[in-house]
């Protein structure tokens, strides 16, 4: 339960941080830190307008998405504390819930009807495809140096006594900064800015949704970077009390928010060809991290 409510707390703030990181840099004032929250309640307060071609799946599909994203959040554990669900092996049905809920969005872009939105939907089913190894492959690697399945007992025994434990805490949280990147379409692999449907990747999958809809999608994005921020935090928090790992937690989510905010400001966003190369190096990353648990371990 912890958690969850740092979470929730957080995802009202993240993207204010990012955007302000980015007004600061270009030299600009920039929006107050609630005003994306804002924007999202205003959305909220409206209604959703449907085109005659889509179906019930175009209706049903920003809830499940939303659903599906806090349903994964109730298994990441706060140090020690494990999720409001846990088990042995949940961070695959962790992915997979994640995995299910962008599936929905990716059937209600092509229900449109809408070639640039269908187009949209193929370039992110691609890149969600690609990054889903790296996941796995990080996960894999810390159960197997801690000899635990769960989110809960990972975390809570990757206790740094050596300097392989922090290179594999280093490696684990920068790979996870950069899956968060990709999987929320953000620099370098996509423009959240960008008005162009040719090049658009996630925003041109939700021009059709509007309303209580649209600030279902936005609110789900951010916290699903408030969701990554929780994970990356666990790398650091391990067994520490409540006072300690409650500011640490957002201070780490506050780094993370910069940190987006920096890689937006100074990032080019790559051509569309060089985004799955991007990826797959992401992922040759993940396999390097594997083979040395397999050398630590005398298993290689």
């Known amino acids: 339960m912890v958690s969850f409510i740092l979470i929730i707390i957080a995802s009202l703030l993240f993207t204010g941080f990012l955007v302000k990181t980015k007004s600061m840099l270009s030299g600009r004032k920039g929006p107050g830190i609630l005003q994306p929250m804002k924007d999202i309640i205003r959305l909220w307060r409206k209604g959703s307008v449907y085109s005659k071609t889509t179906s019930a799946i175009f209706r049903i599909a920003p809830t499940i998405y939303f659903s599906s994203v806090v349903m994964a959040i109730l298994m990441v554990p706060h140090g020690e504390?494990?999720?409001?669900?846990?088990?042995e092996g949940d961070f695959v049905m962790f992915a997979y819930l994640l995995a299910f809920g962008k599936f929905m969005m990716i059937i209600s872009a092509l229900d449109t009807g809408s070639s640039f939105e269908g187009m949209g939907a193929s370039r992110e089913a691609l890149f969600s495809m690609l990054v889903e190894p790296a996941f796995f492959l990080v996960m894999g690697s810390l159960a197997l140096f801690t000899g635990n399945t769960s989110f809960s007992g990972i975390f809570e025994t990757l206790h740094y006594e050596t300097n392989i434990s922090y290179m594999l805490g280093a490696m684990a949280a920068v790979i996870f900064v950069l899956i968060a990147m990709i999987e929320n379409s953000r620099m370098p692999v996509d423009d959240p800015k960008t008005h162009l449907e040719l090049t658009m990747i996630h925003e041109v999958m939700i021009l059709d949704n509007s309303g209580f809809d649209l600030g279902t999608i936005m609110y789900t994005s951010n916290l699903r970077f408030a969701m990554y921020g929780a994970l990356i935090s666990n790398f650091f928090?391990?067994?520490?009390?409540?006072?300690?790992?409650?500011?640490?937690?957002?201070?780490?989510?506050?780094?993370?928010?910069?940190?987006?905010?920096?890689?937006?400001?100074?990032?080019?966003?790559?051509r569309m060809s060089h985004n799955p190369q991007y990826i797959l190096i992401l992922t040759s990353v993940s396999i390097l991290m594997f083979f040395g648990v397999l050398l630590m371990q005398g298993r290689f």
Do not use: D, H, K
């Open 237 to 270: 928090i391990g067994v520490l009390p409540l006072y300690i790992s409650v500011p640490l937690f957002f201070a780490v989510q506050l780094l993370f928010a910069v940190t987006a905010g920096i890689i937006e400001s100074f990032t080019a966003r790559f």
């Open 81 to 87: 504390r494990s999720g409001i669900i846990s088990f």
